[in-house]
């Protein structure tokens, strides 16, 4: 390396002279090593204008299409909001699978991290939403609860068990629903015709149903001492689909826990059920 630094290093003495008259005209020195550089600033400048032509004069256009440049720019746009919506339904769809397993989802403070309230929802909806939609959207909270009252009223709801309420609903205590005391063993209802989501055991709920319902409603109900149906039957209303009970850790006494959700957000049973 020693010698081949030196061979690049060596200098030549260059002398130019007149044709006609052999008169030295300059002298100068140049090494190996700056005849490189010479020939790397040369090609890096060459390099430089040469991708400001094609980029920027017509003769690149006719290399290269840069009419869809901003189309392009746009799909990008798009798509970054697009995979932020896509987190926000996998987020929820996370905290959605909470009530399907062991986790503990009425703890307090849990409803801000689970449910979506009425504001999100109305923060959510834009121009091009359907004229229903942006009919929803001007209600108030008592709009709604009268706007699902009809709806469930046509749909002939019933109640899910005859029972005292002991617990009531509070979103800012995480209490979803209500806790409603009856004697062991006596029936629960579907309270809407639909089909059963889910229909198993979890450590905390104990024998539990999720049961769909038309127009966007979900019946669920925790705590049973016997299910009487499994995932994927259909139901009617008023059908029996459980046993009163006491099972899981979050129970110390025969009890219906009875939550109904409309979309992403739990209901007031009481608003719309008569329980003793």
Same mark, same amino acid.
């Given at each position: 390396?020693? $010698?081949?630094?030196?061979?690049?290093?060596?200098?030549?003495?260059?002398?130019?002279?007149?044709?006609?008259?052999?008169?030295?005209?300059?002298?100068?020195?140049?090494?190996?090593?700056?005849?490189?550089?010479?020939?790397?600033?040369?090609?890096?400048?060459?390099?430089?204008?040469?991708?400001?032509?094609?980029?920027? $004069?017509?003769?690149?256009?006719?290399?290269?299409?840069?009419?869809?440049?901003?189309?392009?720019?746009?799909?990008?746009?798009?798509?970054?909001?697009?995979?932020?919506?896509?987190?926000?339904?996998?987020?929820?769809?996370?905290?959605?699978?909470?009530?399907?397993?062991?986790?503990?989802?009425?703890?307090?403070?849990?409803?801000?991290?689970?449910?979506?309230?009425?504001?999100?929802?109305?923060?959510?909806?834009?121009?091009?939403? $359907?004229?229903?939609?942006?009919?929803?959207?001007?209600?108030?909270?008592?709009?709604?609860?009268?706007?699902?009252?009809?709806?469930?009223?046509?749909?002939?709801?019933?109640?899910?068990?005859?029972?005292?309420?002991?617990?009531?609903?509070?979103?800012?205590?995480?209490?979803?629903?209500?806790?409603?005391?009856?004697?062991?063993?006596?029936?629960?209802?579907?309270?809407?015709?639909?089909?059963?989501?889910?229909?198993?055991?979890?450590?905390?709920?104990?024998?539990?149903?999720?049961?769909?319902?038309?127009?966007?409603?979900?019946?669920?109900?925790?705590?049973?001492?016997?299910?009487?149906?499994?995932?994927?039957?259909?139901?009617?209303?008023?059908?029996?689909?459980?046993?009163?009970?006491?099972?899981?850790?979050?129970?110390?006494?025969?009890?219906?826990?009875?939550?109904?959700?409309?979309?992403?957000?739990?209901?007031?049973?009481?608003?719309?059920?008569?329980?003793?």
């Amino acid at each position: 390396m020693k $010698s081949l630094l030196a061979k690049l290093l060596i200098k030549y003495r260059v002398v130019v002279f007149k044709k006609e008259s052999l008169e030295k005209l300059r002298t100068f020195y140049v090494s190996k090593i700056h005849l490189m550089l010479l020939i790397f600033l040369f090609f890096s400048i060459s390099f430089f204008f040469s991708s400001l032509l094609l980029i920027f $004069s017509p003769v690149g256009n006719s290399f290269f299409d840069y009419s869809k440049k901003k189309e392009i720019s746009e799909l990008y746009l798009h798509v970054d909001s697009m995979e932020i919506l896509l987190n926000q339904y996998l987020d929820y769809t996370e905290k959605i699978k909470l009530l399907f397993h062991e986790h503990d989802t009425l703890k307090k403070g849990a409803i801000d991290e689970v449910v979506f309230s009425l504001p999100f929802l109305q923060s959510k909806i834009t121009k091009q939403d $359907s004229s229903l939609v942006n009919y929803i959207k001007g209600l108030d909270q008592e709009g709604v609860t009268k706007y699902n009252k009809d709806i469930l009223n046509r749909l002939n709801v019933v109640s899910p068990t005859s029972g005292f309420v002991t617990s009531s609903f509070n979103i800012k205590e995480g209490h979803f629903g209500v806790d409603i005391a009856a004697e062991k063993n006596s029936a629960v209802f579907s309270v809407l015709s639909g089909v059963v989501l889910f229909s198993g055991y979890s450590e905390n709920f104990g024998n539990f149903l999720m049961v769909g319902h038309e127009g966007g409603f979900t019946s669920i109900y925790l705590h049973n001492s016997v299910l009487l149906k499994q995932t994927g039957d259909l139901v009617t209303s008023g059908e029996k689909i459980a046993l009163i009970g006491s099972s899981g850790k979050l129970s110390s006494a025969p009890h219906l826990h009875f939550e109904l959700w409309s979309g992403v957000t739990p209901i007031d049973p009481e608003k719309y059920f008569k329980f003793k």
